[in-house]
């Protein structure tokens, strides 16, 4: 049977009018991942902005996305693409991300504890940052700054540590409550923790040793 040059060419568009849409529902099922794993990390009320570069291999879809290490927003940044518990692929993307973050109102030195009044939530665009979670008001406030911030920058994770709220060797007032009786005595922390962190505690005078809930600062509530 003789094929003519119509019908080859009539032929060859029709491949490539089946062929385009697989190629946008592909883009738009690895964006979809890619948007998802941005929302994962700073909240499903960010805004997120995907800029496909590429996807490998590139008939890929109905993957879930994770970020490779490396990769920081507003920069072209792998992401590996996964079909249940096995990598399929990878996808390299631009990501723009507008959410909230805190930020300090003043310039705030190393080691400082952060004032409620010292920093405020703002909405914008993120810069060049890595893609890691951004710490809330409740572990910015009452934090130690790890280096000093300058006004107006974002802070990330790292950037401030929680103070402990007894360290080792510490005195602390320690509260033992036996039904209606409740005695306080004075003890010193074998532990360094948070509130409602479990610790050991030595009392002075009775010298022994228990276990006590931090309850506060420098307070302690012996476990029965």
Wanted: glycine fraction near 10%; proline fraction near 6%.
């Amino acid at each position: 049977m003789r094929t003519t040059p119509g019908l080859v060419l009539i032929a060859a568009l029709s491949l490539l009018g089946t062929a385009r849409p697989r190629a946008a529902e592909t883009g738009a099922s690895v964006r979809a991942a890619v948007t998802a794993a941005c929302h994962a990390i700073f909240g499903k009320e960010s805004e997120v902005e995907v800029t496909l570069g590429m996807v490998v291999p590139a008939d890929l879809g109905d993957v879930v996305a994770t970020v490779a290490p490396g990769g920081r927003v507003a920069q072209p940044s792998r992401f590996l693409l996964w079909r249940g518990t096995r990598q399929v692929g990878y996808a390299v993307a631009t990501v723009e991300v507008v959410t909230d973050v805190m930020k300090p109102q003043r310039a705030i030195a190393r080691d400082e504890v952060v004032e409620a009044s010292a920093v405020a939530m703002d909405r914008g665009r993120l810069p060049s940052v890595p893609f890691l979670r951004l710490p809330g008001r409740d572990e910015v406030i009452g934090a130690s700054a790890r280096r000093a911030l300058a006004a107006g920058e974002p802070i990330l994770n790292g950037l401030v540590a929680e103070v402990p709220a007894v360290r080792t060797g510490e005195t602390v007032q320690a509260r033992l409550t036996r039904g209606s009786l409740e005695i306080h005595a004075r003890a010193v922390a074998s532990g360094t923790g948070r509130i409602g962190d479990v610790i050991r505690v030595r009392t002075i005078g009775a010298e022994r040793v228990v276990a006590a809930r931090i309850t506060a600062p420098g307070t302690v509530e012996i476990q029965p």
